[in-house]
């Protein structure tokens, strides 16, 4: 057990560090194509991680449709919001409530998104964590990966006022960060995400145990800034499309989380968020 939450420590120090991996040549695609787009991720998970998982779908995408896309994984929510707010992505992978804060300005509009997952957020303690009830939170700390990290944090927090239930944030940094800590006994409670949850090694999901689940809602989309050609637009919604047609896309696209795309619509997948007014619990300036 000792070893085991030594690695899980390792684990966690690493992931907070953010690392981004080195490359000899940033374009994932086509190396000739005359142009570079910018593809900006949320830090949900370690950078690490994220680039294994996106690189190899990019440089397919790019191949294929005659692109070259550099990669980019901010190390922190707080740079990744000032990112997206300022339009330095040409395309980016965020959160539903991040779409909603850009939808005007700068703009960017939704390509695609997985058709058959659902987002939800969730609560989760150790396996042998006491804790049976989320009114038995009331007066503790629990962990977020960032103030304004969707489900995992804000509506999380939302619901839980919603309940009168008050407790105190403590923001780790990313969702990978979130289950570490908890695993290890350096945080009792902590928020994530259905999809960041079962994405991580079945190892440690094994020491976890999930304590509330939100109501589920339209997973990330992939977006676009308004100064990407409409037509480069459509070669990229294309391309998502035609890479899920085969066996070896279908791995790809599991692994960045959109198995099942379909073409992205503001008004019929992401206007009624707004309802939610999760604004009241956005945090700026702050990871």
């Known amino acids: 057990m000792f070893l085991i939450r030594s690695c899980f420590l390792l684990l966690l120090i690493f992931a907070m560090v953010g690392v981004q991996p080195a490359q000899a040549n940033p374009c994932l695609g086509e190396q000739t194509a005359g142009t570079s787009y910018s593809v900006y991720l949320v830090p949900r998970i370690s950078a690490t991680k994220l680039y294994q998982d996106w690189a190899p779908f990019l440089e397919r995408l790019g191949k294929e449709n005659g692109l070259c896309f550099v990669l980019h994984i901010p190390a922190d929510f707080t740079e990744f919001e000032q990112a997206i707010q300022t339009g330095k992505p040409d395309f980016v992978f965020l959160n539903p409530y991040h779409q909603l804060t850009v939808v005007r300005k700068p703009g960017y509009v939704p390509l695609v998104r997985d058709q058959k997952s659902e987002l939800s957020g969730v609560l989760v303690v150790r396996k042998d964590s006491p804790l049976k009830d989320i009114r038995q939170l009331e007066g ?52 994530g995400a259905n999809t960041t949850l079962e994405h991580e090694p079945k190892e440690l999901q094994s020491q976890l145990r999930v304590l509330f689940t939100t109501p589920n809602f339209v997973p990330h989309p992939f977006s676009a800034h308004p100064r990407v050609p409409q037509s480069v637009r459509e070669k990229v919604i294309t391309g998502f499309l035609s890479i899920a047609t085969d066996p070896v896309g279908s791995g790809l696209l599991k692994a960045i989380q959109i198995a099942q795309p379909i073409r992205a619509d503001y008004t019929r997948d992401y206007k009624g968020l707004e309802k939610l007014k999760l604004e009241r619990f956005a945090v700026r300036g702050s990871d």
């Open 140 to 191: 503790t700390t629990v962990a977020f990966p960032s103030p304004n990290a969707y489900v995992a944090s804000l509506l999380i927090r939302a619901l839980l006022a919603q309940k009168n239930i008050h407790i105190t944030a403590d923001y780790v940094g990313s969702h990978s960060n979130v289950y570490r800590a908890v695993a290890l006994g350096a945080k009792q409670t902590g928020g």
